[in-house]
């Protein structure tokens, strides 16, 4: 590949959006939170009340879409039909939403399109769960990052305590969505042959992002 491509997959709650941002930031390159992309999916999906598991209901949909990204300032923000939704698309259930229909092949495609251009066009980090495995197989740099569940969990508590949901769901949840996301049969969560594994239950961010950082160099 021409341009310098970055992938960074791995579970919920990793820590792949911190890191991926840092990692652009460092590296001065264009951050592409793909979760972010089927998360406005399902935002959309939820707003207009869209059955899509209704083919005929979703097709349409997806045709209609409009889903960006655009820097205000250091940060990339998540539009649709030029309305920023970032503030929406974080929430506990839109996050499950967005697990169940990433699997859908009709999603993949849709959102397929845009994440090509984007490398086509700057030097990207992509976070994602099948960045380096089904969307760029090709790319020079690969990541798999991950953490004992039960940390990334903490993690996730940690972030959305003031939504009130108890650590014992948030745990559980983040059990499903593992197993749903390993094991489904469109472009499933797994590491890449030639993706790098980084363990960050014992690191903090700086260190992973110095750690990914190094071997960039050598790689």
Known sequence: MDRRIITIDGPAGAGKTTVSKALARELGCVYVDTGALYRGVAFEIQRRQINWKDSSRLEPFLDCLDLDFVMEGREPVLTSSGRDIS??????????????????????????????SIAGERDAVFEGRDMGTAVFPDAPYKFFLTADVNV???????????????FEKILKDMVKRDADDTQ????????????ILIDAT??????????????????
């Open 87 to 116: 503030a929406y698309i974080r929430t506990h259930d839109i996050s499950m939403l967005a697990s169940a229909t990433s699997a859908v092949p009709q999603v993949r495609k849709a959102l397929l399109g845009i994440q090509k």
């Open 152 to 166: 990334r969990a903490r993690r996730r508590f940690e972030e959305s305590s003031a939504s009130g949901i108890p």
């Open 202 to 219: 014992a690191l903090d961010i700086s260190q992973v992002v110095e750690k990914m950082k190094s071997m960039i160099k050598v790689l």
């Open 184 to 195: 489904r049969t469109v472009s499933p969560l797994k590491q890449a042959p030639d993706a």
